[in-house]
C-alpha cells in the first residue's frame, strides 16, 4: 500500500495547480503517459500538432499562471487566447517540475476506510489517503463514483460537454488556406505559425458537426473534415498524412458557480465544470481547495 497524506486523481491543469499549492505532502495519479489532461500535443516524426486545448482564455489568471511557470515571455496572443509557440504541453510539463506523480495508473474504485481513502488501480498497487481530490471532467468523475458506489448530487450530473473531433494534416507543400472556411468548421489551425511543423494543420470540426461525428466509423468522420478541409483553398493542396483525433470531454456546456465541493467526507471534486466553466476554473478553483485543505 502507497500512501500520502492527499491523493490527487489527474494531473490535468487542475490537478498540477493543487499540487504546487498544497502545504501537505500529495501524490498525483494520472491515467496517461504525459501530463496536461486536454493540454495536449501530437508528435510526429519530432514534429508538434497541438491538438488538445490550442488557446488558454486571454485572462490575468491564466497569463499569472504561465508567470508562475517563467513561461510568460514566450506567451503569444491570438483572437481565440493565449498559447505557447513551441506548444502547448510546455505549460503543464513546467508546472510539474518537482511534483510527485505516477503515471499510466489509472483509478478504477474508491473505497473509505477507518485511515482514509483506499484507491484501487488497474495496476497491481493500491493507494491511501487521508484526503482524495478528483479532477478530472465531471462527467468522468461521475463514472469513478458510481463504480464506487458513492452517492453523486443531482445537480454535478446535469453538467454535460461539448465535444472535438478533428483531423491531424499534414501536406505535402507549405501552404495556407485561400478561402473562407466552411461553419461546419470551429478553426484550422495552423503548426507552422506556432513553430510546431511547417506543414501541418489541426482542423476542427465545429461543435456540431463534431457532435453529428463523433460515434461514426473513423474513416468516414476523417474522410468528411478533409473535404471540408480541402474546400479552405481555391486550388486543393495534395495530402502527406491525415490522422483522425476525438476529445469526449472539451468544455462545459453549463458549469457549477462553486470553486469545488465535497461529495463525502474527505472526497472532493474540482476543475474545470467548477467556477469559470473553462481553464480559469481549474487553477481558481484548485487554488481555493488548496488553501481549504493546507
Known sequence: MISADVLIVGAGLSGLCLARELKRDCLLL???????????????????????????????????????????????????????????????????????????????????????WELQTDGPEMFLGRDVVLTAPLPQAIELLDRSRISVPDQLRRVTYTKAVMALVITQEVVAPELKCSPRLHSVLSMRERRLHPRGFVVRASDALSEELFDRPEAQALEVLLSEFLACFSTPPALAFQELKKWRYVLPKTHLSVPYTEVSESLWLTGDSFHFGDARGSVVGAKLLAKKLS
Open 30 to 116: 494520472e491515467k496517461s503517459r504525459g501530463v496536461g489532461g486536454r493540454i495536449a500535443t501530437r508528435r510526429i516524426d519530432d514534429l508538434g500538432f497541438d491538438h488538445g486545448a490550442p488557446n488558454l482564455p486571454d485572462d490575468s489568471t491564466i497569463r499569472n499562471l504561465f508567470q508562475e511557470a517563467r513561461l510568460h515571455e514566450a506567451l503569444r496572443t491570438s483572437s481565440a487566447g493565449v498559447y505557447h509557440p513551441e506548444s502547448m504541453t510546455q505549460l503543464p510539463k513546467s508546472l510539474a517540475k518537482g511534483l510527485t506523480i505516477r503515471k499510466s495508473t489509472k483509478v478504477e474504485a474508491l473505497r473509505r476506510t477507518a485511515s482514509g
